[in-house]
């Protein structure tokens, strides 16, 4: 197994809080992406970043921001959760050169009352 | 849009049998490849075939690609209880590489 880690596995939260969800990388790969995946749906990219200081958007929108500080560690934020945040939050890693696969967490669950 | 397209939505099947999933896609593509994802996991790289390669084999999986066609198959041999998850197929097709267009998935349920 890659790895990879997600935490928190599950969030279960109110309205309006500010929500980081946390992933890192031991592998040293330059590049991490966010995704975006609903029960039984395909994964939709969010955010991913070539390396340190270099974030981009993915082809859905999101209001979420993420910041790429340290090679390893990726963070993903909700600065004000609302409902239509409920979804499951998919991290992934991968070598920079062309063509290499990508190496998944386990996700965080999220769920905003 | 959706790159990929993968049919059936889901498959059920005995233990010993094969299973065929299929994935089509809408652009050319620098490669494309298949993922499995165990209920309440991430994915798992399972086979990645770039678009001049027509065929790849990986233990029980054998991948087909077919650039005219547009569309790639999966098959696992002998499927076993454990083979049981969603498959997704994702294509590579950007400038850039590895920027990967998921799609839905196939669910696989491999009876034991």
């Known amino acids: 197994e890659a790895d990879i880690y997600q935490t928190p596995r599950y969030l279960v939260i109110g309205t309006g809080k500010k929500i980081t969800l946390e992933c890192s990388q031991t592998?040293?790969?330059?590049?991490m992406y966010w995704y975006q995946q609903d029960p039984g749906m395909e994964l939709h990219l969010i955010h991913y970043?070539?390396?340190?200081?270099?974030?981009e958007k993915g082809d859905l929108s999101s209001e979420s921001t993420v910041s790429r500080i340290r090679t390893e560690h990726f963070p993903l934020t909700l600065e004000s959760a609302r409902p239509s945040h409920t979804s499951q939050y998919l991290c992934?890693?991968?070598?920079?050169?062309?063509?290499?696969?990508?190496?998944f967490g386990d996700g965080t669950r999220l769920s905003i009352l | 849009s959706q790159q990929g397209e993968e049919d059936p939505q889901a498959l059920s099947i005995q233990e010993g049998e094969n299973a065929t999933m299929n994935c089509s896609y809408k652009?050319?593509?620098?490669?494309l490849q298949w993922y499995r994802q165990n209920s309440g996991r991430g994915l798992v790289h399972l086979i990645l075939?770039?678009?001049?390669?027509r065929e790849k084999h990986s233990g029980r999986l054998r991948v087909t690609l077919d650039t005219s066609k547009k569309s790639s198959s999966l098959l696992i041999t002998a499927s076993r209880a454990a083979d049981t998850a969603s498959y997704f197929c994702a294509t590579d097709a950007g400038e850039d590489g590895n920027k990967l267009v998921f799609g839905a998935g196939t669910i696989l349920r491999v009876k034991s």
């Open positions: 592998m040293g790969h330059d590049k």
């Open positions: 992934a890693s991968s070598e920079l050169v062309s063509g290499q696969p990508q190496h």
């Open positions: 970043s070539y390396g340190v200081n270099s974030t």
């Open positions: 652009t050319s593509i620098n490669n």
């Open positions: 075939i770039r678009s001049n390669e």
